[in-house]
């Protein structure tokens, strides 16, 4: 362990406003229901219950004792064993999603769902599709997808930015993973994802999970069969015209390992299908516009910033080094929201955690967005306060937006990138305020992404640089503190 990390972490147990748990510590089973009932809670509202657990039962809590059936865990010392100790600790319990069993696997056997040597190859093969030499070519097309949106918004207007940042980042995965730009299959793919989505998190096909006639899977299978035709119209297609990869489909299918391994056809879709989960930026970009919106003062800062910098103009890679002022609101807010909520762990063997004594396989949960709001770490952690970043340099498990370790996302920095061009462009064409009275609330339901949920609805004003902060409701007042 880390000298360093471990002087900070007796400084988290000893003057952290909660104490340090007792061993065992954690919600009581229910009557009856046991920790079903507790299980239930955490998959209903993920938020609400880590955050009530961290409060009531400090740093370290379980379900059950003896041994216990899941750990929550939020100080930097065990998000480092759980990220670092690979062997020991898997991202996967152990369930395979062989695209073999079902057409469902196909979209589900990503390397988010692998481990060990398969992870290893699987992230070498995906390397050359995230290399640093893509990046101009992911700024013209973010810029270009953009410009596109934006045109067609009007002073005056209220948009609904949920529903225009989904739209818009969907398009420019579309560009830049698998190349694609012709509107009725952006449109069409667009529409066959939300159902893929709306269909999983439905009720119809958890609890009848069967392909017959009427049924919503049957339904979910026939979207999902559409959209791997398309996927493989593409892939054929590039394989046709040969050449240059110019996507990150492209750069996939001519990888190879050391020993001359490739990705077969379903890894290519599911990979694609994987980076293509515009959901995790989408929420940051939303996420940050609301935090600028309702900060006046960040709000004509970012502006100010700018215009001095860009003169109106999209920005390109280099300017992007030359606006420190977005960089930290950017980091400030995937502080605060996070785009994965928590992450679970589980142990490839019988080991001890804390005063735990784990049986093979439980689960471990960490979270970034508890560990980010511990106050021995940040001040004033629920508050919105980009000028932090001004002199704090967290290490990298105390602020983890995009993972840390082996497992860390490899998107991070495209996943930047895209929200800070887009931050750029439209806060220089418009000056968004939220609707008085908007709700803002997050997912509920079993999400590990911290996503808004339903409209978020902005007027769209010239920027007259009347800046202002909008009175909202809804359950983000719990997560962020405003005033």
């Given at each position: 362990m880390d000298t360093h990390l471990e002087k900070r972490f007796s400084s988290y147990v000893s003057t952290d406003a909660v104490c340090a748990p007792a061993s065992y510590a954690?919600?009581?089973?229910?009557?009856?229901?046991?920790?079903?009932?507790?299980?239930s809670r955490f998959w209903h509202d993920p938020v609400a219950f880590l955050d009530a657990t961290y409060k009531k039962y400090g740093l370290?809590?379980?379900?059950?004792?003896?041994?216990?059936?899941?750990?929550?865990?939020f100080s930097p010392q065990f998000n480092q064993k759980l990220t670092e100790e690979i062997d020991l600790f898997h991202w996967t319990s152990g369930k395979r999603w062989a695209a073999t069993d079902s057409i469902l696997g196909i979209l589900r056997s990503s390397i988010s769902n692998t481990d060990g040597d398969e992870y290893r190859r699987r992230r070498i093969l995906m390397t050359p599709a995230f290399h640093g030499n893509w990046l101009s070519g992911w700024r013209d097309a973010m810029v270009e997808q953009t410009e596109q949106a934006v045109a067609r918004w009007q002073a005056g207007e209220v948009k609904d930015v949920h529903e225009e940042f989904n739209k818009l980042v969907h398009s420019i995965s579309m560009k830049t993973v698998i190349g694609v730009d012709d509107p009725q299959v952006v449109s069409r793919f667009y529409d066959l994802v939300q159902k893929i989505y709306a269909t999983t998190l439905g009720l119809g096909t958890a609890l009848f999970p069967y392909d017959l006639p009427g049924t919503p899977y049957r339904r979910m299978i026939r979207t999902v069969t559409e959209l791997l035709d398309i996927f493989r119209r593409v892939i054929a297609d590039k394989r046709?015209?040969?050449?240059?990869?110019?996507?990150?489909?492209?750069?996939?299918?001519?990888?190879?390992?050391?020993?001359?391994?490739?990705?077969?056809?379903?890894?290519?879709?599911?990979?694609?299908?994987?980076?293509?989960?515009?959901?995790?930026?989408?929420?940051?970009?939303?996420?940050?516009?609301i935090f600028?919106?309702?900060?006046?003062?960040?709000?004509?800062?970012?502006?100010?910033?700018?215009?001095s910098v860009l003169r109106g103009g999209a920005p390109t890679i280099q300017d992007l080094t030359k606006l420190p002022l977005l960089d930290?609101?950017?980091?400030?807010?995937?502080?605060?929201?996070?785009?994965?909520?928590?992450?679970?762990?589980?142990?490839?063997?019988?080991?001890?955690?804390?005063?735990?004594?784990?049986?093979k396989g439980a689960m471990i949960v960490y979270s970034s967005y508890i560990t980010h709001r511990l106050p021995t770490i940040y001040s004033e952690p629920q508050r919105f306060r980009p000028e932090r970043w001004e002199t704090i340099k967290p290490n990298l498990y105390e602020y983890f937006p995009f993972g840390a370790g082996v497992h860390s996302c490899i998107g991070r920095t495209f996943a930047t990138t895209e929200i800070k061009i887009i931050l750029a462009i439209v806060l220089q064409r418009f000056r968004p305020e939220l609707v008085d009275g908007a709700r803002i609330d997050r997912m509920p339901r079993a999400m590990l992404l911290l996503r808004p949920n339903g409209a978020i609805p902005m007027k769209l004003s010239a920027p007259d640089r009347q800046f202002r902060a909008s009175r909202i409701t809804g359950n983000l007042l719990e997560m962020v503190d405003f005033t």
């Open positions: 954690g919600p009581a089973p229910a009557p009856l229901l046991g920790y079903r009932f507790q299980r370290m809590s379980s379900l059950g004792s003896d041994p216990p059936e899941w750990i929550f865990t046709a015209r040969g050449g240059a990869p110019t996507d990150m489909l492209g750069a996939m299918m001519l990888a190879t390992t050391p020993d001359g391994a490739t990705l077969t056809d379903t890894e290519l879709i599911s990979e694609s299908f994987n980076i293509m989960g515009h959901e995790t930026t989408m929420a940051a970009l939303i996420w940050t516009l600028i919106v309702q900060h006046p003062e960040v709000n004509a800062g970012v502006v100010d910033e700018l215009k930290r609101v950017v980091k400030e807010s995937l502080r605060l929201m996070p785009p994965q909520l928590f992450t679970r762990r589980f142990n490839t063997a019988p080991c001890s955690l804390g005063p735990y004594n784990l049986r």
